[in-house]
């Protein structure tokens, strides 16, 4: 294959994955929310020059930043324990010594 033609295959998902660092699985996400297609099913591909690869890159880049930042959550206040006890149904039978086996 010439340098010529290699230059003219399309970039796929895995090589531009491979390239941003993240798995093609990430990329993928990242590319359905922020840069909807309007042919649903079809792969993505793109041709080496094309400018929307940089800014996949940064899209990309962006999603990794958030996601290793924890995330801030509110603690939920803790609800205090109040001691309940059992209380014998009406007309049940009081359980002795031996049953409990204490």
Not at 24 to 45: A, C, I, M, N, Q
Not at 55 to 81: D, F, G, R, W
């Amino acid at each position: 294959m010439t340098q010529e033609t290699q230059e003219k295959q399309p970039i796929t998902v895995k090589q531009l994955a491979n390239q941003a660092g993240v798995k093609p699985s990430v990329l993928r996400r990242v590319l359905r929310s922020r840069f909807p297609r309007e042919t649903k099913g079809k792969s993505y591909s793109w041709q080496p020059d094309d400018p929307q690869i940089e800014l996949i890159l940064k899209a990309v880049n962006n999603h990794k930043a958030s996601a290793t930042q924890p995330a801030e959550k509110a603690e939920a206040p803790k609800a205090e324990k109040s001691e309940v006890k059992a209380v014998p149904k009406p007309g049940a039978k009081k359980a002795t010594k031996s049953e409990t086996g204490a």
